[in-house]
């Protein structure tokens, strides 16, 4: 491609983004940061820059980050073994400290200081600022394989979202900041808990009422059953792929919280590969779209 021809696609892409720009300035978008991507440096400044870019033309981006890796590793190297349950961690007492250690003390600062590299400037929050987010203890059950009945699981300090004031990010926002919030809370009765990103994500994009809610993952959306990515479902679509097989695994809990999310008042919710370079842009301000989007059938 020549020089000229390099300059004439890159004005062509401005202008095709220029609709979504006008339509979407002043609104909310709610992003899920995790996975593999968050442990590559490449892909961590152009993550920063993606969501300065936003910042910049008028959306008001809220991240949301996960940690399990980064708290796996940290627990093998103080030592503290992990049991789990169906592949959820049971969070006991040293766990929760720990996990709250590395995802407020050390993924979330580290965040804020990649958005600053960007040129943005952002706050390290957790679910506890500001009483941003209220949580209770989060309720499971596994079936025996022997006499097939369901038995509660404790899981310990792991939470649910029960309740999300957005006065502490409304305000934030205001103030030209980029809220950066890891996924702790403390309940009711006092104590703390950790809570899974992508449902703290869903329940603060519902509480927003915001325009998107994107689930950055380490897959490229939701695939049929040829492997061909699905662009666009409803609530009542996922629900058949759930029962024909086509969604499983540990898709299933992601689009579930896509679903609450959406029927709960954020516009739409999109499931798409982060280890992509600039995914989420490609989705959002082009035709062609790079996930899976979830939204309720137009009336």
């Known amino acids: 491609m020549t020089g000229e021809n390099s300059k004439l696609a890159k004005a062509e892409v401005l202008i095709e983004?220029?609709?979504?720009?006008?339509?979407?300035?002043?609104?909310?978008f709610v992003v899920k940061y995790g996975g593999h991507a968050m442990g590559d440096a490449k892909a961590a400044r152009e993550f920063a820059e993606?969501?300065?870019l936003l910042?910049?033309?008028?959306?008001?981006?809220?991240?949301?980050h996960g940690g399990g890796p980064q708290i796996g590793a940290m627990l093998e190297k103080l030592g503290v073994e992990s049991t789990f349950?169906?592949?959820?961690r049971v969070t006991d007492k040293a766990t929760a400290e720990i996990a709250e250690m590395v995802l407020s003390g050390g993924i979330n600062k580290q965040l804020v200081s990649w958005i600053a590299g960007a040129g943005g400037k952002a706050i390290g929050l957790s679910g506890k600022d500001g009483g941003l987010v209220?949580?209770?203890?989060?309720e499971r059950t596994t079936r025996d394989p022997e006499s097939n009945i369901e038995k509660a699981v404790d899981l310990g300090f792991v939470g649910e979202p029960s309740?999300?004031?957005?006065?502490?990010?409304?305000t934030a926002v205001a103030s030209g900041l980029i809220p950066i919030i890891a996924p702790?809370?403390?309940?009711?009765d006092g104590h703390t808990y950790n809570i899974n990103a992508d449902t703290m994500a869903g329940a603060i994009a519902a509480a927003l009422g915001a325009a998107r809610l994107f689930l950055l993952t380490d897959v490229a959306g939701v695939l049929d059953k040829e492997g061909k990515l699905l662009t666009d479902l409803d609530p009542a679509r996922i629900e058949e792929l759930k029962q024909d097989g086509t969604i499983q695994g540990g898709m299933i809990p992601k689009l579930d919280t896509c679903v609450k999310a959406v029927e709960a008042g954020c516009e739409a919710a999109v499931v798409l590969d982060g280890r992509n370079a600039h995914a989420m842009l490609l989705e959002f301000f082009t035709a062609r779209g790079a996930g899976t989007l979830v939204s309720k059938p137009a009336a």
């Open 17 to 28: 983004a220029l609709p979504y720009f006008q339509r979407y300035a002043g609104r909310t």
């Open 184 to 188: 702790i809370a403390a309940g009711a």
């Open 85 to 88: 349950v169906d592949g959820l």
């Open 163 to 170: 309740h999300v004031d957005t006065n502490v990010l409304d």
């Open 50 to 52: 993606d969501i300065v």
């Open 55 to 64: 910042k910049t033309v008028g959306i008001n981006p809220v991240v949301v």
């Open 134 to 138: 209220t949580a209770t203890k989060a």
